[in-house]
């Protein structure tokens, strides 16, 4: 699986996009780009995941460079409940097991 | 539905005691998986399983074993508890999309 490799940590104001990037040099080109997050030692919770498109859903967005060595998640308006360690996970998806990864992630901090 | 559940909550255990951390889903999902986090880390794969009567090990399974008899259930066995078990233990469960829902989490100490 390929490495990810995310900033430790990041502030952002209240109601402004959070952009957390992410670097994945070595990605494969069947593997996808998974982003979780988590709440204050709650269990992750599922974001986005892409391929090579620009995604979006209800929670986020999530831009992948053509290169596809990196991307970046959209948060566009934060709030405080935004605050949370967010991941950043390579995974090929081929039907199996779907053995997830976790480094240790960014610390997003949402301020009022 | 109820989603992942997990009991216990928080649990402290004398070195050399066993135990088993309970994982049960109503999502009819085949996949389950059990995690564990020490502080300030990412979460590391204990073992997972595919279905009823399939597990296999994950990065880190030493210490611990499973078993999957039905598709709600997947509990994980600690049978000679160590101090270097002292972790939050994650469960999720996935259907055939790409998602992973996971548990509440259970808080283990080992003294």
């Known amino acids: ?112 | 539905n109820a989603g992942v559940t997990q009991t216990p909550k928080f649990r402290i255990l004398k070195i050399g005691q066993s135990m088993t951390l309970q994982c049960t889903q109503d999502m009819n999902h085949n996949y389950m998986y059990w995690y564990r986090q020490d502080p300030g880390m990412g979460l590391k794969l204990i073992y997972y399983s595919v279905g009823a009567g399939i597990t296999d090990k994950g990065e880190v399974p030493n210490g611990y074993n499973v078993s999957r008899s039905t598709t709600e259930d997947f509990p994980l066995r600690l049978e000679l508890a160590a101090p270097s078990q002292t972790s939050v233990y994650f469960c999720a469960s996935r259907l055939n999309h790409n998602e992973q829902f996971f548990g509440p989490g259970t808080r283990l100490t080992v003294l």
């Open chain 1, 1 to 112: 699986d390929a490495k990810t490799t995310q900033p430790p940590s990041m502030d952002c104001a209240e109601g402004r996009a959070a952009n957390l990037p992410c670097n994945h040099s070595t990605i494969s080109g069947n593997e996808y780009v998974y982003w979780y997050r988590q709440i204050h030692s709650q269990g992750p919770q599922y974001i986005i995941h892409g391929l090579k498109n620009n995604e979006t859903n209800e929670m986020a967005s999530l831009i992948i460079t053509e290169d596809r060595k990196s991307s970046t998640l959209i948060l566009p308006h934060a709030t405080l409940r935004d605050t949370a360690v967010y991941y950043c996970i390579v995974r090929v998806v081929l039907g199996g097991a779907q053995k997830l990864v976790f480094g240790q992630g960014t610390r997003l901090t949402i301020n009022p």
